[in-house]
């Protein structure tokens, strides 16, 4: 049996329904406050046999922060594969994110080790790799380095695979995938989904950053396929191309039938953004629009090999134009009432 963390998220949803799909028996682990409806939504665009699908996935609650419900949910598992993390760039959710991406995965790791899991998947990020080095293409060889420039979530990841690490030198049998940008649809409120959102409700701006993409179903084939496969003790970036801003947003353009960002935002203007939509979003008792990390992710240059997992398992990627496209044929669909 199979036990997934994060499944109700973006990436989560989707290796459910690929896990589901091809007929393996799956638990994955919801809280309390969890929106499934938003997995079986993911699973209809791609099945006409969503409900069914869904039904046979054996939901159990448990925070990843409770220990003795992590253990409970361990019962009969034989491969993990763990996404639950907490994702954000908002200052209010720093200590959150740090708990429960590291001490949480660190209590994972644990509960592993004595259960003796047979192989476990770890879903870590670029932002573990070095980012302080700018314009040139990083690979799985490329150590994190402390910056004033990583983001508190990429200290979050960087502590989390760490304790991967630590608990393969303990015996655990695992590997661990490093995504860039992951464009999927179905959450089209927040995170890089969001994007497809901010492009329909016509998005003037845009900045000069570069950075990897995924499609989100690649992730997933990736993670079954590796876990599949006799590779453990290592990590792979799974990144499909590296592409300006401008570019993503123009293909969001093109597909959404809106008129792409067209308006460069020069990085000087981007730390005045940031530090008056901070008041801003003080005075008005909202969350800010753009952090401070979003401005410095956006305007940063960050480029990414794929050679390893292509090499390792003969992976083939789909481009992010045809990503894109697909993704917003599906908004559409989901905006077909709207404006
Ligand atoms: N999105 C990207 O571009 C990207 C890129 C590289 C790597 N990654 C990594 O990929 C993984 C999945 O990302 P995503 O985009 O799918 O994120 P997401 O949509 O925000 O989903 C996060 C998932 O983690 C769960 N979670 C958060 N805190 C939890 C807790 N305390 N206990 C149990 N579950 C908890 C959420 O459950 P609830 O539904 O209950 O909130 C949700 O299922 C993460 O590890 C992320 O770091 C993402």
Redesign the pocket.
Known sequence: MILV?????????HLLFDLVSSGKPVRA???K???TA?VKKVFSYYSGKADELFGKIEWVD?????FVAMDDALEGIDYVY???????FYPRDHK?MLT??IE?TANLVNLCIARKIKKFCY?????VLGRAVNDGVSDETTYWQPSKKNSV?GQS?YG?EREIWRGIEEGLNAFIV???????PG?WD???SGLFSLVWKGLKYYTRGVNGY?D?RD?ARAMIQLMESDISKERFIVSSENCSYQQVFEYMGKYLGKPAPSINVPNAMTGIAWRVETVLSFIMRRLPEVTKEMATTTTMVYTYSNEKIKKAIGFEFKPVEQSIKEISEIFLKDHSGGK
């Open positions: 963390t994060g499944g109700t998220g973006l990436l989560g949803s682990i919801k809280r406050t969890s929106n938003a448990a925070d990843i922060m409770d763990h996404a639950g993390a907490v994702v954000s959150a429960v991406n949480g879903v870590s990020s670029v932002a979530y990841k989390a490093n995504p860039s940008v992951i464009l999927g959450f927040g995170g890089n995924v989100v992730v």
